[in-house]
């Protein structure tokens, strides 16, 4: 998985890093079980502080997304089995709603955002079963 970083945006370098490592669990660029760099590595491969990353993995850890073993580092969490997680959080209800104002200020119909939504969706590997 290749990450890029913008350091001139004004999102913090730790959430771009946290929100490009759940895209690649989503798409399956990083597989359930997969190790991860380690932090330090991570830093120097990227150029940026250690504390960052950390603070990055610390954040996925929290999230779920990952399971950290000192023995054994980082590694991408298994997924949780189909009866968890089914019904969304209400912190992704929240930034879900965000995102839709946002669209709707700046004038997007709603035909154009679900069909946003389904192709940025169809890209995911890991999709709910009907």
């Known amino acids: 998985m290749i990450i ?8 913090p370098i ?25 932090v330090r590595q ?4 990227l150029g940026i502080n ?5 603070k990055t993995y610390s ?28 019904q969304p959080s209400a912190q992704l209800e929240e930034q879900l709603q965000l995102i839709i104002a946002q669209a709707a200020i700046k004038g997007v119909e709603r035909s154009q955002f679900d069909s946003l939504c389904d192709r940025i969706f169809a890209r995911m ?3 709910p079963q009907s």
């Open 42 to 45: 991570l830093a120097e491969d």
């Open 59 to 86: 954040l996925l850890k929290q999230e779920g997304y990952i399971v950290i073993d000192r023995r054994h580092g980082a590694k991408v969490s298994p997924r949780a089995s189909d009866g968890e997680g089914s």
């Open 4 to 11: 890029s970083l913008q350091l001139d945006s004004e999102t």
């Open 50 to 54: 250690s504390m960052t990353v950390n």
């Open 125 to 127: 590997k890991y999709q």
């Open 14 to 38: 730790y959430e771009q890093l946290r929100n490009q490592i759940v895209i690649g669990i989503a798409t399956g660029q990083l597989e359930p079980a997969e190790k991860l760099p380690t």
